[in-house]
């Protein structure tokens, strides 16, 4: 009888008469916008990997591994398979003290060409991705431990000063006014002096007048040193409070591989889960990959379903804490609809980009023309600059 009762399942799945389920599925039951997943091009290039990421019951939002830069191919393809699934997109990140390229750190910039310099890289970026994005992380790391910002090793720190913050706001409002705009920093996921120096990063930026409307909690956390709920709960409310929403953005829950306890990580999992779902302004959370055969943590078992692809404890701990999944719609994910980039070539007649500014790249509509002494140099399909 089985094989009858699975081709009937898959006729009535196909026709969208039986109930959805899944992470994705119970999580918009509860209220919230999605429940996501990080993924790479490597986890494109693994079919069976890939199927799972493509679930969109399972999963209702993408979050490119570092990906999104001056080179779009790769998250390109990332955003494209979003799109046919009907998956959001969380867009990381644009102002990183890390990754940043060499030219820029070596280049012994003055403030406002620094400035410029960034601002030129969040209107290319946030203007190639212009509508395909719910959220972009737009300013990552900006803070030490102890909540001060971050000056050292951090290029945007040292020279622009805290500035740089509210700046990167407003200038990815210009590009994509429809974008959540997220600050996202790790071990701000309690109440303590980094969550407070968040909290005070979020009232600055204000205070410039620059919009800023998500705290992304990278959520990165350790199997048997997550504790109760409520500690969670009691630090997304204050953010909240400052008119904010919030989101776990990077989740995963480290056990050693060698010796995992996989029961007390889906008790953890619960955790994060119950306290997102005690608290309305967060809409979502976000895993840092799903499968622990692609994690970035050497030597652990961090994410819900193991190196062979099967779904462990924690899978169902989470389907549990969301409640049941509802009406049996299917997913409804709201992803905005593709914008076609504007066709209108060529800058202003006559203008000259200045050393270091863009001047070209498919997409690119600016000086094409480098100020002497410099030339246009090709560095990538939607890039050249004036070097
Ligand atoms: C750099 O310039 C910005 C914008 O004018 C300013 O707000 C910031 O304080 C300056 N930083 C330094 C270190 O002078």
Redesign the pocket.
């Known amino acids: 009888m089985a094989p009858v009762k699975a081709i009937l399942f898959a006729t009535l799945a196909s026709a969208g008469l039986v109930a959805a389920d899944g992470l994705n599925a119970r999580a918009q039951a509860a209220g919230k916008k999605y429940f996501g997943t990080e993924i790479s091009t490597q986890v494109l290039g693994d079919a069976n990997a890939n199927n799972i990421a493509k679930n969109s019951q399972d999963f209702g939002q993408y979050t490119c591994e570092n990906e999104m830069n001056f080179n779009y191919a790769n998250a390109d393809k990332i955003v494209a398979q979003a799109q046919a699934n009907g998956q959001l997109m969380r867009c990381h990140a644009l102002v990183w003290h890390s990754q940043v390229p060499s030219w820029v750190t070596n280049g012994k910039f003055d403030?406002?060409t620094l400035?410029s310099i960034m601002k030129n890289h969040i209107a290319n970026v946030v203007g190639h991705y212009k509508g395909k994005c719910y959220a972009w992380d737009v300013v990552n790391e900006a803070l030490n431990e102890d909540g001060s910002y971050r000056t050292s090793g951090s290029i945007w720190g040292s020279?622009?000063?805290p500035?740089f913050i509210p700046?990167a706001f407003a200038a990815a409002a210009t590009a994509d006014p429809a974008a959540k705009l997220y600050y996202n920093d790790y071990n701000c996921d309690r109440p303590g002096s980094k969550a407070t120096g968040a909290q005070n990063l979020i009232k600055m930026v204000k205070s410039y007048g620059a919009p800023i409307h998500g705290f992304g909690m990278q959520g990165h956390m350790t199997t048997g040193q997550v504790g109760a709920a409520s500690q969670y709960v009691t630090n997304m409310q204050a953010f909240a409070n400052l008119g904010v929403e919030v989101a776990y953005t990077e989740l995963d829950i480290a056990t050693p591989s060698s010796n995992p306890n996989f029961a007390q990580q889906a008790t953890d999992y619960a955790t994060i889960v119950s306290a997102c779902k005690q608290v309305s302004a967060c809409v979502g959370i976000t895993t840092w990959g799903f499968t622990d055969k692609y994690t970035w943590i050497s030597n652990s078992a961090p994410l819900i379903w193991d190196t062979s692809l099967q779904k462990k404890a924690a899978y169902n701990t989470i389907l549990n804490t969301w409640g049941s999944s509802g009406t049996g719609t299917t997913s409804t994910s709201t992803a905005p609809a593709a914008t076609t980039t504007s066709a209108s070539g060529g800058g202003p007649g006559g203008c000259t980009a200045a050393h270091w500014a863009q001047c070209g790249g498919s997409g690119y509509s600016g000086c094409k023309t480098c100020e002497a002494p410099y030339t246009c140099k090709y560095s990538n399909d939607w890039y050249s600059q004036c070097l």
Request: avoid cysteine; proline fraction near 0%; charged fraction near 0%.
């Open positions: 403030n406002a400035i020279t622009i000063g500035a700046i």
